[in-house]
């Protein structure tokens, strides 16, 4: 009776266990994108649960792009890797009450490096930026920004062609703007491959040539930059 009676109080205990436990889809999302829809693969953010947790079954929803995460704990703290190449510790403080975390992929966390935007500027040099895509066959831009008094003159070129020029006024928001670009540039050259064909880019100063290839599928375009600067202006 005594067996019995502990068993039957195990079994309560385990069924009550179970029943506390949150089930969470994980999935990894580009949270510039308004509709949240993303592409991205598990193994290529390398999500990692870093709290207590179990793994539940899923079936496979877009080449596995979500995990099923069971806690019991209102805790949770995920570590992942960008786009950038980034580790990225993410914490949940109300893990129960959640059913669903996307986690940006392309969140970036900022790090202090060498302004080629500022060195320019001090040189009265040109900073030009070349992308290509496709071994330079399939689609190529280009952007300069000269500076001149106080105003950066801009043109625009894609495939060979002037799409649009101008000039902005050299502000502290319009530097930084443009020192950021560089700085995630920079990390692009370790993120992963996963895309055959890899975007190039060649950035120069008018003193520093860096060349480096973005294999993720995930760059970024000149065009992007130069409107993110229109709208700072």
Known sequence: MRETHLISIILV??????????????VPNDCSEKNGFTMFLLDRVNPKILTNHKIGKTKKYLENNKMIILINSDFLKIEYTNIFGQKIDTIFKNAKQLSEIKICVNKFKDYER???????LQNKKKWTLNRTWGHQTIDHDKLILKPKKRVLRYKYYKNGKIITRGKIKITELILEKISLYERKLNLMKNADNSCNFG??????????????????????LNEELLSELEKAE
């Open 114 to 120: 060498k302004s080629l935007i500022r060195e320019s």
């Open 13 to 26: 205990f385990i069924s009550t266990f179970t029943l506390a436990q949150n089930k969470i889809e994980l």
């Open 199 to 220: 975007t190039n880019y060649t950035l120069n100063n008018g003193l520093k040539e860096i060349n480096f290839q973005d294999n993720s599928c995930s760059g970024f």
